[in-house]
């Protein structure tokens, strides 16, 4: 059996989840949602497990806080990735559908969730789903800017989410409510807006009445610079 070194990791300011996926055999690592913030702590870790970062990947163009796959990009040498969707000449990979990232023997799976916005991905790894801002434990991200489209999203979760295995785990991008870790089974049941039927689930993104994020207007732009230190 192969191992894997997985790693959640949290910050606080922005309640975003970075996860960092290791093959021990060959020393190679990526990182999922790295915040910029976050990047001493993120490098210190690596350095502890001995792994080296060759990937760094985006689930999509964020507006809560800026990437930090720019500044590992210049520190480690890694390649970043984001949807091709988004247009953003500066990073190393422009992801598509059923794309495949390599990282020592191990491999994952891009699958394309749009709605949140409309450079949303998912990744597929073994019996781990991490879900970017698309499907949160007993929530989903907001669809009021960005190309947010609420049909879209429903349609993603339903058909390219909720097809997986039921105890396939969830790693959301964020979580406001200590949450860790969901089962697509568990979101199929138990998800409070996704039980609901399209036309209502429309209804209710429509209805939401939330404030911008609070870093949106400064993360937008530098994350479309990848983050990059002279963004």
């Known amino acids: 059996m192969q191992q894997t070194t997985f790693r959640q990791l949290f910050d606080y300011d922005t309640w975003t989840y970075t996860f960092l996926l290791g093959d021990p055999a060959s020393g190679e690592a990526i990182l999922i949602d790295p915040v910029q913030g976050k990047i001493d702590r993120d490098l210190r870790l690596l350095k502890e497990l001995e792994?080296?970062?060759?990937?760094?990947?985006?689930?999509?163009?964020?507006?809560?806080?800026?990437?930090?796959?720019?500044?590992?990009?210049?520190?480690?040498?890694?390649?970043?990735?984001?949807?091709?969707?988004?247009?953003?000449?500066?990073?190393?990979?422009?992801?598509?559908?059923?794309?495949?990232?390599?990282?020592?023997?191990?491999?994952?799976?891009?699958v394309e969730t749009p709605g949140h916005t409309d450079t949303c991905l998912s990744y597929l790894f073994d019996d781990m789903a991490f879900t970017g801002d698309a499907l949160f434990i007993r929530g989903c991200g907001r669809t009021d800017f960005q190309s947010g489209d609420a049909g879209r999203l429903y349609d993603s979760i339903h058909e390219k989410l909720f097809v997986l295995p039921d105890h396939t785990k969830v790693y959301p991008g964020h979580d406001y409510r200590g949450m860790t870790v969901s089962t697509m089974g568990e979101e199929k049941r138990f998800n409070p807006r996704l039980t609901l039927s399209r036309t209502a689930f429309v209804e209710l993104m429509a209805n939401l009445d939330l404030p911008d994020p609070k870093h949106m207007h400064e993360a937008i732009p530098a994350n479309l610079a990848c983050g990059e230190s002279d963004a």
């Open 51 to 110: 792994l080296e970062l060759v990937y760094a990947l985006d689930t999509h163009v964020h507006a809560d806080h800026i990437t930090g796959a720019g500044l590992l990009r210049e520190k480690t040498g890694c390649r970043t990735g984001i949807s091709h969707h988004a247009g953003i000449g500066c990073a190393d990979i422009p992801l598509h559908e059923n794309d495949i990232i390599r990282f020592g023997s191990h491999e994952i799976r891009v």
